[in-house]
């Protein structure tokens, strides 16, 4: 069978084009892996084309026709990769869709996109779709990866993917793959490759319709930025229906032809990426975050001796760590003890982590605390930050290496030009630059210039050194009613950097003073008072608990000192703070399925707590209605405690500390 | 470069176990069988069966014997008087290591699982009886002891995969929460293939969204194992959507027997378990 046929031109410019070109250039080189039954299960370039292709064809006979759409719906599984190249040989436009959805988001998102097909990762997704019913009405046909709990559903609409890969098998068997092949060479690099839909901290989901160009493009650039090869391994744990997986994942791996890595189940991810100790590592601050709370959480609990070591050389590491990553001379003695230091702390802590091999690590999404950021760069590791979008295909702009720092976001990305509007919003205009929303030309009117410049909705300026900086969300800087400025933002995320909060909203535009929500982490505050034998049956009895309120008033005065130091900042320290009874959570509307605070939903849901931190109350009783996973309702209640905080005087903080 | 081949999906439906019973035939037969410790009267004259493939529930109110039923099927109690015949064999007097050759596997009300040891060997431990290489070969780190081991660690893999517990492989079970020391145990109770599953009270004790979950591992059990499964629960609402039939004790007396719709509707059921003046 002729399976490797010449890509036109020589240089392909779709993924289906890229999965032959590396069946031909590295036929025998790992494409996939994904961990099954306790072990890892590998793919070459050329058994992926395999499956693949059979897939494909089985698809096409099903009966999906170019240009129509499928919903991948699901957590990082080869089936689920495998769905994106095969949909797309056949003209088709994949749109994978966030598996933590409840049925009515979902339902909103696969009618749009006017979906035919979804295929879902096991029974849960299943049922999931087929309760949606006859809401779906262009829907024909389910396929799961996954069959446990499956085999007595109706299968008449219903099919594996193991089912669909034989048909295709059949036809191949029968009449070859030159169709298929004449079809893969056909498409163009302007064709749309995917829709990716923006959870959107406001309104509806937005279908955000990206080119072969644009993710080639991206892809390609970023490659060569970090020179990535074939040799990398990533490990895809990150959202499916999130850009960045999708171009991590997807596009840069089809690119460079570097492997990629699916964990056993989102629990073990963490174990399986120290198993597979990636080259390339992505994460949210979040994840950073907790890896660095757990590891600070267990030394607590850790040996005298250990703790003692680990102490010395943590601080030998803050000290000469950074400078000795970024090349800058260091005193032999000092290197030596980094090298001991290596040996004994620092190389088994990464071991832990699973970052041994780490050439490069990003983080983007939100600002990554100081110290965090720090911690990770002075054991050596090139942990890096970028900024981008959906919108951009990713890369906006990222640091280089060297020139790293935890405030900025970095330089412009290869091939990408920034600009800052007189509004101080960003703007950008890159090849990854979307091709518009789906059918909402309003929106793509609003959000990309006639010439291509497309607004961020952020605010931010360019440092002496060229750097970018991101203040706020545009919309979100506003004023307290004294004059100072109030960037929420900027001091939730000086809150977060304590790692017993794990999130907080502050409020204070057109108020006298700056007041805070806070949510505690419950892996850093219960492990806490385990060992404070505070005793709490349920996150809410320890969210209200007196000694919890205490040292979170420590901390709320530890950043009101901070930014009573900053000449921009010092109006807006916080004044009030209440710790909530709850976790915010995305099921319930509150985050955006990427984990960012959708802010005006809050204070809309919570606006007599709003009030009650600004009229002097000592306390709140509230009910609030909360979903449960499955999408039933239920009421928790509580008294909420409200606490006042100190605030410091701009001119003299050490004064008042003194006294 | 070394890479491994993949496997595919394993072929979870072809271990429907093979006991030469034909599904929706009688497995087990208990017939007037009584039980008494000293004066009190446990069970008393009951008689129910078993049908191949099917989810059978036994419920009653607080001491009305249904542990006790279990520990008899499952070969612990001996009764004083009455049959019991499984797959078409009667006996009589058995002990429970029989039971299990036979293909009887239980999980307890309490848990009782080795709490030292990691999920991976407890689920282990239920192969037991399906290990046949002696001392000698299991001293060998290769050899025939060592293959058997492979063997039987794919089909507790498939167990890990099947019950969602890949995370908890490595962790010692005794820090587990409850729920999940229950699924371990029904882990381990599958592990040793049985025809016969019985399953005192999976969801004492547990929140709604870990007895959904339960719920819907027992149904994939019976579904895609074709599994028989007797189980006690106290759940109404859970009894009525799982079982195929019910069977009421109260007082170490049968008092009703059927489709669950059936039971809901008898008076004496409810009497039972309401309470009337006597």
């Known amino acids: 069978m002729s399976s490797n046929s010449a890509v036109k031109g020589g240089v392909p410019e779709t993924f289906p084009q890229y999965l032959n ?64 190249c095969a949909v797309q040989a056949l003209g088709c436009v994949p749109v994978p869709v966030y598996a933590d959805s409840v049925a009515e988001e979902m339902v909103y998102v696969l009618n749009h996109a006017e979906i035919t097909f979804v295929v879902a990762q096991d029974q849960e997704q299943v ?162 975050e907790v890896m660095l709370t757990s590891i600070l959480v267990r030394m607590e609990d850790a040996g005298k001796l250990k703790k003692k070591m680990f102490d010395y050389y943590m601080a030998h590491a803050r000290k000469v760590g950074e400078r000795i990553l970024n090349g800058e001379s260091v005193g032999l003695w000092d290197r030596l003890q980094y090298r001991i230091g290596e040996f004994l702390v620092y190389g088994p802590l990464k071991n832990r982590m699973g970052l041994t091999r780490m050439k490069v690590g990003y983080t983007a999404g939100e600002a990554i605390g100081p110290e965090i950021f720090r911690f990770y760069r002075s054991l050596g590791l090139n942990l890096k930050q970028l900024y981008g979008q959906t919108e951009a295909s990713v890369y906006i702009t990222a640091q280089p290496d060297g020139e790293i720092s935890a405030d900025t976001v970095g330089k412009p990305s290869p091939g990408v030009e920034i600009e800052i509007a007189e509004s101080g919003e960003v703007m950008y205009r890159s090849p990854g630059v979307f ?72 409020f204070g535009d ?108 000592d306390e709140k009783y509230v009910e609030t209605e909360v979903v449960f996973e499955d999408g039933r309702k239920g009421v928790i209640s509580a008294t909420i405690v409200i606490s006042d905080a100190s605030t410091f005087d701009q001119a003299q903080p050490m004064k008042e500390a003194a006294e | 470069m070394n890479v491994v081949t993949p496997q595919g999906e394993a072929s979870l439906g072809a271990r429907i176990v093979d006991d030469g019973i034909e599904p929706g035939a009688e497995l087990l037969k208990v017939e007037n069988v009584s039980l008494s410790f000293g004066g009190v009267k446990a069970i008393q004259d009951i008689s129910f069966d078993v049908k191949k493939g099917e989810i059978r529930a036994i419920i009653g109110p607080n001491g009305a014997g249904k542990t006790s039923m279990l520990n008899v099927i499952n070969g612990f109690y001996h009764p004083q008087e009455g049959t019991i015949t499984f797959r078409g064999n009667v006996r009589t007097k058995m002990r429970p290591y029989m039971a299990a050759s ?90 040793a293939e049985p025809s016969l599953l019985l399953l005192d009270e999976p969801m004492a004790g547990m929140n709604l969204e870990e ?59 409810i009497d039972a378990y309401l309470g009337v003046p006597h």
């Not at chain 1, 497309?454 to 800087?477: E, N, P, Q, S, Y």
């Not at chain 1, 000086?494 to 794990?502: C, D, G, V």
């Not at chain 2, 192969?127 to 293959?147: D, E, S, T």
């Not at chain 2, 039987?152 to 999940?180: A, M, N």
Request: aromatic share 10%.
């Open chain 2, 211 to 269: 007895k959904e979950d339960m719920s819907r591992f027992i149904l994939d059990v019976n579904q895609q194992f074709g599994t028989t499964i007797a189980l006690i629960e106290h759940d109404m609402g859970v009894v009525m959507d799982l079982a195929d039939r019910v069977v009421v004790l109260d007082y170490g007396k049968k008092i009703a027997d059927g489709f669950p719709s059936e039971v809901q509707a008898s008076q004496e059921v």
């Open chain 2, 102 to 191: 036979q293909g009887i596997s239980r999980t307890f009300q309490n848990v009782a699982l080795f709490t030292g040891m990691s999920t991976l060997d407890n689920i282990m431990a239920g192969r037991q009886l399906k290990m046949h290489k002696n001392f000698f070969w299991q001293m060998w780190r290769y050899g025939p002891a060592f293959n058997e081991e492979v063997e039987h660690r794919l089909e507790v893999e498939k167990i890990i995969d099947f019950l969602e517990i890949q995370s908890i492989r490595k962790t010692p079970v005794g820090q587990l929460p409850y729920g999940l020391q229950k699924r371990v145990e029904l882990g381990r109770a599958l592990a």
């Open chain 1, 435 to 506: 091709q518009g929303y789906y059918k909402n030309d309003e929106a793509t009117k609003e959000t990309k210039t006639k010439d291509g410049w497309v607004h961020t909705g952020d605010a931010g300026f360019i440092d002496t050194d060229g750097h970018l900086r991101i203040i706020d969300r545009a919309k979100d800087v506003g004023k307290l009613s004294g004059g100072g400025m109030f960037a929420p933002k900027y001091i939730e995320n000086r809150l977060k950097f304590f790692p017993n909060i794990k999130e907080a909203v502050a």
């Open chain 1, 127 to 288: 049922d999931k779709i087929l309760s949606m019913g006859d809401k779906l009405t262009m829907l024909r046909h389910v396929i799961y990866d996954e069959p446990r709990g499956l085999r007595d559903y109706d299968h008449t609409k219903l099919h594996s993917i193991k089912q669909v890969q034989q048909l295709g098998r059949d036809v191949i068997a029968k009449d070859g793959d030159v169709e298929w092949l004449k079809l893969v060479d056909r498409a163009k690099s302007d064709d749309l490759a995917v829709m990716l839909y923006t959870s959107g901290t406001t309104g509806k989901p937005k279908g955000v319709m990206l080119s072969y160009h644009n993710l080639v493009e991206s892809a390609r650039n970023a490659n060569s930025f970090d020179n990535f090869d074939e040799h990398e391994e990533i490990i895809a744990y990150l959202p499916l229906a999130w850009v960045g997986d999708h171009v991590f994942s997807y596009a840069q791996s089809y690119l460079a032809g570097y492997c990629v890595c699916c964990p056993e189940s989102p629990e073990t991810a963490d174990e399986d990426r120290r198993e597979i100790a990636p080259s390339y590592f992505f994460a949210p601050p979040r994840v950073f």
């Open chain 1, 21 to 84: 070109y590396n069946a031909k250039r590295f036929g025998n080189r790992p494409a996939m892996r994904h961990k099954d039954f306790g072990i890892w299960q590998s793919w070459t370039w050329s058994q992926m084309q395999d499956e693949i292709r059979a897939y494909s064809i089985g698809l096409s006979e099903l009966g999906l026709k170019p240009g129509e759409k499928v919903a991948i719906v699901g957590q990082n599984r080869p089936g689920l990769y495998w769905t994106f």
């Open chain 1, 510 to 617: 057109g108020r006298d003073f700056c007041a805070v929500f806070i949510n505690i982490d419950l892996t850093a505050v219960g492990n806490w008072a385990e060992r404070n034998n505070i005793s709490y049956a349920s996150y809410q009895e320890l969210a209200q608990h007196p000694e919890v309120y205490k040292t979170m008033k420590e901390h709320v005065e530890q950043v009101n000192r901070d930014l009573a130091t900053e000449d921009m900042m010092a109006g807006s320290q916080i004044s009030r703070f209440l710790v909530l009874h709850k976790e915010l959570d995305a099921d319930d509307g509150e985050l955006t399925r990427t984990q960012k605070v959708r802010r005006s939903f809050i204070a809309e849901r919570y606006g007599e707590l709003i009030e009650a931190l600004y009229d002097g109350s």
